[in-house]
């Protein structure tokens, strides 16, 4: 009985503190709610537009010849990208074997043996720093040491250009990763009597390899979406290059090059090339978004 | 006792030197190599500005810091200016961030409160960071072909009827610096929200607690509490996009317009230094590379000298939490 009439004494005294429905105060919050909501939903829709048009656009021709040819003569109909793809396919593949042990070596330094030391604190420092470059500055770099005194323009500067890209999103995620590793394992793996290299090549580096490949497609889906940075190092192609002494088409670099040029059978290509693009990079960015996520829980 | 211990040292000792050698130089070689692929890392930012520097010597000898403020381009003559792209890098980036920011920061408060259920806000949060994930090649296209023809009669109205004010003035044709900053303003957003979201989320909540005892509404304390609280994070953001928004190259080169002239009018096109050297190096000359080389070392302190700030605030605000 006392207990009843104790709540609701204190439930009127709730009702009291409560702003009063219709108040300035009440309206305040009500259209600063609103207007952050629509906030929200609007900044979504670029997104929504991009990936629709894209897919209109780009559908039409979507077909395996574009996959199997190379891009025809300005004006002309039909063709594909096969040569960009490959193109695309082999710069990031030089990039990959240049910032993967660059990133990865460097990661295990950050987290193995430098973890809270100021050398380590000035690496992390740079590197998030690197990230914020300019990517066309990267293609600047490798223009003036590859291209310059290595015979010219080839998917090598290319992959030199954007391995710069790289680097510091393997290293910076690769050591997040290996810091998830419990400190117990390591211990574990000393006291059974195994050397440093080998507790971190045997048993650290095993433990965190999810994430390591996580790292790596992060850095791959940011590398291969980028033209600026090929622009001057790896050129442009219009016929198939399996030599990374030479230029070579890319997927980026033939979007752009096809959107500039008043040829109405190009730009449909170009459209077409950003949805296959788009696709490979939206569902990789899901997926290792996906798989990260399974990881913490 | 003393003895023991003496005893037991020689004993670690024993083991120690036990070890055969190969074990022990494949530890120390492993250490070293580690530590001189983290080095790189570090010492490659360096060596990207000296190398720029370097490429870029013979002209900053020739032309002098009057290149930073004389505005002709004329590779026939070789006379190269670049304050107009010096401006219209700057321009575009702070349009941009004028748009961003109030986006940003209101998408990223909207976020870390729980207006709307958890698992609706994170699919929200993974839309956003898809955002970031479009190459901006493909942004770039979408500009030309959707984005230029879809907003022409808005710059025309804006025209005709503000056309008096100097920054509306001029014939809007679609490719100008205001196109430009629309679409980077997208392009920064997620930095600015995802930093700003997380700085806001890692506020104590005792700040929240206090402000709401106090009888402050929720967005009195999102207002006078948790913003000025996590400022420094959102400032940090903004600077990150601001560097972000300046470097930008394959938006600017398809959708600025490229023309080398100092307007005032956002409507005019324009140019950046990203959109210049992407657009001119692959055919320039032997003195023009030079040129642009210079020009690509005054991105870099310009970008740079942003990012160092930004990163010092955040790591700074960090450190205190």
Known sequence: MTQASQDSSSDAMLEKLKTKPGSTKELFNKFMTGL???????????????????????????????????????????????????????????????????????????????????????????????????????????????????????????????SVLMIPIVMRTTEEGLKLVPRGMRDASL??????????????????????ATAVTLAVARAGGEAAPLLFTALNNNFWSFDPGRPIATLPVLIYFFSII?????????WTAALVLLGIILIVSVTSRFLTRQKQF | MSSFAGESQRFTKQMISKRNSPERIADQGFFW???????????????????????????????????????????????????????????????????????????????????????????????????????????????????????????????????????????????????????LSVMIMPIIISISRGTLNQLPPELRLGAMALGATRWETILRVLIPAGLSGIIGSVMLALGRAMGETMVAAMLVGNANRLSASLLDPGSTIASLIASQFAEAGRVQVQVLMYAGLVLMFMTLVINIVAEMIIKKFQNIE
């Open chain 1, 262 to 270: 008043p040829y109405r059978p190009q730009q449909q290509l170009a």
């Open chain 2, 33 to 183: 190599l580690t530590l001189v692929m983290a080095a790189s890392v570090a010492l490659l930012l360096i060596w990207i500005g000296l190398q720029i520097f370097t490429a870029a010597f013979p002209a900053i000898s020739t032309y002098g810091l009057g290149f930073l403020t004389s505005t002709t381009w004329n590779p026939v003559s070789n006379v190269y200016g670049l304050l107009p792209q010096i401006y219209g890098t700057l321009v575009s980036a702070l349009v941009a961030l004028l748009i961003a920011v109030p986006l940003g920061v209101g998408v990223a408060v909207f976020l870390s409160e729980d207006f709307i259920p958890y698992t609706l806000r994170d699919a929200i949060s993974m839309g956003i960071e898809l955002i970031a994930a479009i190459p901006s090649v493909v942004l770039g296209l979408w500009g030309i072909f959707v984005f230029v023809p879809f907003m022409r009669p808005f710059y025309t109205f804006l025209n005709s009827t503000l056309g008096w004010i100097p920054l509306f003035a001029g014939s809007p044709r679609g490719f100008s610096l205001l196109t430009l900053s629309l679409v």
């Open chain 1, 191 to 212: 006291a059974v009597g195994a050397t440093q290299f080998q507790t971190i090549a045997k048993v650290v580096v095993p433990a965190a390899l999810p994430t390591i």
């Open chain 1, 36 to 162: 952050t909501a629509f906030f929200t939903v609007a900044i979504l829709i670029p997104l929504v537009a991009v990936v629709f048009d894209v897919a209109r656009e780009g559908v039409g021709q979507l077909g395996l010849n574009v996959f199997t040819e190379r891009p025809p003569a300005p004006g002309l109909t039909g063709g594909g990208f096969g040569n960009a793809i490959v193109g695309t396919l082999i710069t990031l593949g030089i990039a990959s074997l240049i910032a993967i042990p660059i990133g990865v070596l460097a990661a295990i330094y950050l987290s193995e043996f430098g973890r809270g030391t100021k050398v380590a604190y000035g690496i992390r420092f740079a590197a998030n720093v690197l990230t914020g470059v300019p990517a066309i500055l990267a293609g600047l770099f490798s223009y003036s040491i590859v291209v310059i005194n290595f015979g010219g323009f080839s998917a090598f500067a290319g992959g030199v250009a954007l």
